[in-house]
């Protein structure tokens, strides 16, 4: 494999010789600016070899680079081994920023290319300013991967469906309506969406285009008098033309989406996101039509869950329990007489899944990390690559399934033998912080990064810490992954409000011994008016016990043991319906009150 990267990248700096670049920037994603992308556009990972969701490599004539967060130190240092590119480690202080790199090593007067396909708007303008002091020259290229990866996948064809207003809750006409309100506040009167997940919501379409996430590969125009979905036509059924036409939607190629922008005329005023659109589709917007830039329409509206949408999450949270209480007593029934892999466990917690009612996959690649792998925060065992699990340390196990009336994304991590007192120490630090965030009561118009404290409190009173976000927002049957809202130190300028769903995840992880994180969904609600203002809390949606036996119990105060002995009150008597007389035997043990 390293053998191949080198010639990939032998292959790029002559594609860059013969066009006279110095440098070429390789991002993580594609021409809709995704997190997870089609395999088309992976050319970060055929590149370098690096599988990790986020990073960017970066290639000069003579050095190569790649550029990722703490989540993925460990999982690229492993991959990047003996491939001549170097690991640089955001958010070290020693690491320099990728301008600096590229500023030390191209003289001035260069050219650096990128695909303007896959950077966003102002990116590349944050990037030509900073730049352009150093005196070199960012050229928007086109994809030089076309002619350079040479058994490239193609884009997918895999026709999309409707998303039944059963489980939507407002169908594409309403949506597109609600749309048009705030473009007219903007004082615009058409806008124009690139964000897959943002499409999905918008017209209730769902499809395989990319793995774990239920989106289409399209564009979108929409204005007061039309609606335009730009997609591979032959991906669309006879019936779902049907039902889209009868909202007023109409359909055009995905390839003529920027020969249409370039089209508009004087009368148009359109709405773009700098954030969300990449640079080349922005540049081909007609100068007769007025630009105002702002975030996507779509982006809040389809945060703020809907009360269907909420009733679905958590019928999917009751199913998604279900299935993990089946697999943890298939697991305890089985790791002493079978030989089991953190990819054969993770394997078999799919088909305890798939035997659940409207589930449609996984909402990510199930992360199965036993002792020393679980500290690698986003580690993905594969059949070659896989540790055998045994009764000893800690299993962190971070799943999620996809359903029609809902997404999960939860994290258990247990303890198969016995743990001593630091293992015991750092799990109930990583309860505790997880139990500051599902409690916490915050003023109307609190922001995630005002709240990220409590879950580190407790850690950092002790010198420790961890380097990922506590919460991330999570779609509805959509992206695992989803904006604008936020939990973590970064700041936010997004104010967290009712109908909101976020993940709850604080975690710790030591390096070559074990990691632990503990992760549920949480939904924003109001919780109370006093003569202070509204104040807003969170309800814990996700439905399954919190490993008891790595538990401290005397660094937990009484209102957090009250808190655990009622979350598992509830996970019972959700579940236990849901069971057979042994399984029901099981969880009661498992969510048998805790005693100071």
Request: aromatic share 10%; hydrophobic share 35%; charged share 25%.
């Amino acid at each position: 494999m390293m053998n191949a990267i080198k010639e990939r990248l032998s292959r790029l700096r002559a594609y860059m010789k013969k066009h006279e670049m110095e440098a070429f920037i390789i991002p993580s994603s594609d021409a809709h600016i995704s997190e997870y992308t089609a395999e088309h556009w992976q050319t970060r990972s055929w590149i370098s070899g690096f599988t990790g969701s986020a990073g960017t490599v970066v290639v000069t004539n003579d050095k190569a680079g790649l550029w990722t967060d703490s989540r993925y130190f460990l999982q690229a240092e492993q991959e990047l081994d003996g491939s001549d590119i170097d690991l640089y480690k955001m958010g070290n202080t020693d690491t320099p920023d990728i301008i600096d790199f590229i500023s030390y090593r191209v003289d001035k007067g260069a050219k650096v290319g990128i695909d303007g396909d896959v950077f966003t708007v102002n990116e590349v303008r944050k990037m030509k300013l900073a730049l352009d002091k150093k005196g070199i020259e960012v050229v928007a290229d086109k994809d030089p991967f076309d002619e350079l990866w040479l058994d490239r996948p193609t884009l997918p064809k895999d026709p999309i469906f409707e998303l039944p207003d059963i489980f939507a809750g407002n169908n594409a006409e309403d949506k597109i309506n609600a749309i048009d309100e705030i473009l007219k506040r903007e004082e615009a009167n058409c806008t124009i969406l690139t964000a897959l997940d943002e499409i999905a919501w918008t017209f209730n379409i769902r499809g395989t285009d990319v793995e774990h996430n239920p989106v289409a590969i399209a564009y979108a125009f929409i204005s007061k008098e039309e609606s335009i979905l730009f997609i591979e036509l032959d991906k669309l059924t006879e019936e779902l033309r049907e039902s889209l036409h009868s909202q007023n939607i109409s359909f055009a190629d995905y390839h003529k989406f920027g020969s249409y922008l370039s089209k508009l005329d004087s009368k148009m005023t359109v709405l773009v996101d700098p954030n969300k659109t990449n640079y080349n589709l922005f540049e081909m917007i007609s100068e007769e039509c007025t630009v105002i830039e702002a975030p996507s329409p779509v982006t809040l509206l389809k945060s703020v869950k809907n009360d269907t949408e909420i009733d679905g999450f958590r019928r999917a949270m009751v199913k998604d329990g279900v299935a993990l209480t089946r697999f943890f007593i298939w697991l305890d029934q089985n790791i002493d007489s079978e030989t089991l892999t953190e990819h054969s466990i993770s394997e078999k917690l799919l088909e305890f899944r798939e035997e659940q009612e409207l589930f449609f996959g996984t909402s990510f690649a199930t992360i199965a990390g036993f002792k020393s792998n679980g500290a690698i925060v986003h580690y993905r065992p594969t059949p070659d690559n896989s540790s055998i699990i045994s009764r000893d340390s800690f299993l962190l196990l971070d799943s999620g399934g996809q359903y029609f009336d809902g997404t999960t994304d939860i994290t258990r991590t247990t303890a198969l033998g016995e743990v001593n007192d630091t293992q015991k120490m750092d799990y109930t630090l990583v309860l505790k912080g997880h139990i500051g965030i599902a409690t916490c009561k915050f003023p109307e118009g609190t922001r995630g990064s005002q709240i990220d404290i409590l879950a580190r409190k407790a850690m950092w009173d002790r010198g420790l810490n961890y380097g990922h976000g506590t919460g991330h927002g999570i779609g509805h049957f959509l992206n695992v992954h989803e904006g604008p809202q936020s939990i973590r130190m970064d700041e936010n300028p997004t104010k967290l409000v009712p109908g909101m769903i976020l993940s709850n995840e604080p975690g710790l992880y030591r390096t070559g011994e074990y990691g632990i994180r503990i992760e549920n969904l949480i939904l924003v609600k109001e919780e109370m008016v006093t003569p202070f203002g509204k104040f807003l809390g969170f309800e814990t949606l996700t439905l399954f016990p919190i490993d008891t036996k790595a538990i401290d119990i005397s660094l937990l105060s009484k209102e957090e043991i009250d808190w655990l002995n009622s979350y598992h009150q509830l996970v019972y008597s959700k579940l236990a319906p849901n069971l057979t007389e042994d399984e029901d035997a099981w969880l009661r043990e498992k969510t048998r009150p805790v005693n100071a």
